[in-house]
């Protein structure tokens, strides 16, 4: 049969209209689409680091990134070490087993890149918290983002074996070594807590704090929004997250998480079988997910050495000015007063040669501390 101009032109329409992929890009972040998100992920648990149902949430992961008509792809690596699972009289032993990250790229106009991770895998339990949550608001954010070209180029990855020992993190990090990885933002444990529940950052004072300038330019941020927001130090929290992996190699990092202030174990319900769909809100997980697409998109726009200043250095200068005009004050007053009675100096005799002693120091303290 000779097909007509007409016929050719129909079949074209009727292709482009069956066969192209339905990309879900852009728009505004959706509780729902993320909310569903944790459901699918919390029916594919328990998502054990190197099992199939790992592999089986990575690529769900992985054709979600696609969906949204971001180039997305999976990176192998072995776990090393073995592990037993035990539930009841199941024990599994996982020797050199494969487990995955899955990464998207949003390219940006620089070669800068911004990684913006959760993880997949879960302990013995549905994982909805810990860290489907996570993994949810990473794909709403990519998702609502996917149309956008911004300054940095964000790496959109969740990883596996984080449970196991930040491995997923570990390997992508040695991996990537050679990358312009500039910042990372992980979201672990989202939404299980009371309103006042939303933390960025950890401090401590060993190798997993987070880092402070980022934290405080993500928590203003949050606050703007309207969120009440702070840091835990590590010893309330008992636990840290991937980001750990980017500080220790030197890469800025921070750590979004939803506690239970009241509760004994403020990270409660996660690593219990309680971490499943009803310990997740979706309203808040709706929220958690918009501030998130707000912070990436705003934050790969800016100058990360002035935030640092703005930030970190700066609430250190004013400190160390304000202990040495205080300083300088209180000398002062006391050598006027020892010229008084001493040397039977006039007051307006003292405050004049020490106001102006006074006025030297501070000026010189603040040539000196900006300089
Ligand atoms: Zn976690």
């Known amino acids: 049969m000779r097909l007509s101009s007409c016929h050719i032109l129909l079949m074209f329409v009727l292709t482009a209209i069956f066969c192209s992929p339905t990309l879900a890009q852009g728009g505004e972040v959706s509780a729902d689409r993320a909310y569903g998100h944790v459901e699918n992920l919390v029916n594919i648990a328990p998502r054990l680091a190197g099992t199939a149902a790992e592999a089986i949430a990575a690529s769900y992961i992985e054709n979600e990134f696609r969906s949204y008509g971001l180039e997305a792809w999976i990176e192998n690596f072995t776990i090393e070490k073995s592990y037993v699972i035990e539930e009841n009289r199941l024990r599994v032993t996982l020797e050199n087993s494969t487990s995955y990250n899955v990464m998207a790229l949003l390219p940006g106009q620089s070669d800068e890149i911004m990684v913006i991770g959760a993880h997949h895998d879960s302990v013995l339990t549905p994982g909805a918290v810990d860290d489907a949550s996570g993994v949810s608001v990473v794909l709403e954010i990519a998702r609502v983002l996917s149309t956008e070209k911004l300054q940095r180029a964000i790496l959109f990855t969740t990883f596996g074996s984080e449970e196991l020992g930040l491995l997923g993190s570990e390997a992508f990090v040695r991996e990537h070594a050679e990358n312009n990885i500039v910042v990372t933002i992980v979201f672990d444990s989202i939404a299980p807590g009371p309103e006042n529940g939303l933390r960025i950052g950890l401090r401590d004072s060993q190798e997993i704090a987070t880092t402070e300038w980022l934290d405080a330019y993500a ?69 958690v997910a918009s501030f998130g697409t707000q912070l990436v998109q705003q934050l790969a726009g800016e100058d990360l050495g002035a935030l640092h200043r703005a930030y970190e250095e700066l609430p250190l200068i004013l400190a160390a000015f304000t202990v040495v005009s205080a300083g300088a004050i209180v000398l002062s007053i006391a050598a006027g007063s020892f010229m008084r009675y001493r040397r039977g100096w006039s007051w307006s005799q003292a405050a004049r040669v020490f106001s102006f002693v006074t006025a030297a120091v501070v000026v010189a303290a603040y040539i000196w501390l900006l300089a």
Not at 227 to 241: D, N, T
């Open 219 to 287: 928590q203003e941020l949050a606050e703007d929004l309207g969120f009440f927001v702070k840091s835990e130090r590590s010893s309330a929290v008992g636990g840290y997250s991937d980001y750990a992996s980017f500080t220790r190699a030197g890469i800025p990092g921070t750590w979004i998480y939803w506690v239970n202030p009241q509760h004994g174990n403020i990270l409660w319900p996660i690593h219990t079988p309680a971490d499943n769909l009803d310990a997740v809100d979706k309203v808040r997980l709706g929220q």
